[in-house]
């Protein structure tokens, strides 16, 4: 056995750095697979108080009637208030929360949503490749349209999207999901 401190200040220093690079290895791979960046539990405070739960589960409106852009392209897409004054200009305009729609909607000023569902700039996800295969907005999302409050239920780590496209036969390389 080699004592280390018997070797050479050359052989302390590649150790060293493979040591490192070792250790910087698993962190990684303990981040981008089992890490807690994406965890589930995210409600953020919204600028409206939206009820997905009022509007896809009791008043029966699919998610791509706001979300038109999932089906066409890589981003679901946040309505404007434009959108939300289809119905609005008929129905609840004394609500407080629609009166803030209708606030936006006669200023020109856009709906500042704050994101619940994100992923790391290295992965890439189109929602118009699995709406085209028919998965469902629950398999990501959870039961949506039966939230009040929109929070994750889902982690959304690589090992979630890895199982559910190996359960489904669906490419599994890195390329398919990473830029």
């Given at each position: 056995?080699?004592?280390?401190?018997?070797?050479?200040?050359?052989?302390?220093?590649?150790?060293?750095f493979?040591?490192?690079?070792?250790?910087?290895?698993?962190?990684?791979?303990?981040?981008?697979?089992?890490?807690?960046?994406?965890?589930?539990a995210?409600?953020?405070?919204?600028?409206?108080?939206?009820?997905?739960?009022?509007?896809?589960?009791?008043?029966?409106?699919p998610?791509?009637?706001?979300?038109?852009?999932?089906?066409?392209?890589?981003?679901?897409?946040?309505?404007?208030?434009?959108?939300c004054?289809?119905?609005h200009?008929s129905?609840?305009?004394?609500?407080?929360?629609?009166?803030?729609?209708?606030?936006?909607?006669?200023?020109?000023?856009?709906?500042?949503?704050?994101?619940?569902?994100?992923?790391?700039?290295h992965?890439?996800?189109?929602?118009?490749?699995?709406?085209?295969?028919?998965?469902?907005?629950?398999?990501?999302?959870?039961p949506?349209?039966?939230?009040?409050?929109?929070?994750?239920?889902?982690?959304?780590?690589?090992?979630?999207?890895?199982?559910?496209?190996?359960?489904?036969?669906?490419?599994?390389?890195?390329?398919?999901?990473?830029?």
């Amino acid at each position: 056995m080699v004592k280390f401190g018997s070797l050479s200040t050359t052989a302390k220093v590649v150790l060293g750095f493979i040591g490192t690079a070792i250790a910087t290895f698993l962190v990684l791979f303990y981040i981008f697979y089992e890490g807690p960046f994406y965890l589930v539990a995210h409600q953020p405070t919204q600028p409206i108080n939206y009820s997905h739960k009022v509007h896809a589960d009791d008043n029966k409106i699919p998610c791509q009637y706001c979300h038109t852009f999932a089906r066409r392209s890589e981003m679901s897409g946040v309505p404007g208030a434009a959108r939300c004054m289809n119905c609005h200009e008929s129905v609840k305009q004394e609500a407080p929360e629609i009166k803030k729609v209708i606030a936006h909607y006669e200023n020109n000023k856009p709906i500042e949503w704050v994101k619940v569902f994100d992923l790391p700039d290295h992965v890439w996800f189109s929602h118009k490749k699995h709406i085209a295969k028919d998965v469902s907005c629950q398999t990501c999302h959870g039961p949506i349209e039966k939230m009040d409050v929109v929070s994750r239920t889902n982690d959304f780590q690589m090992g979630f999207c890895l199982d559910c496209h190996q359960e489904n036969e669906a490419p599994t390389d890195c390329w398919t999901c990473h830029t």
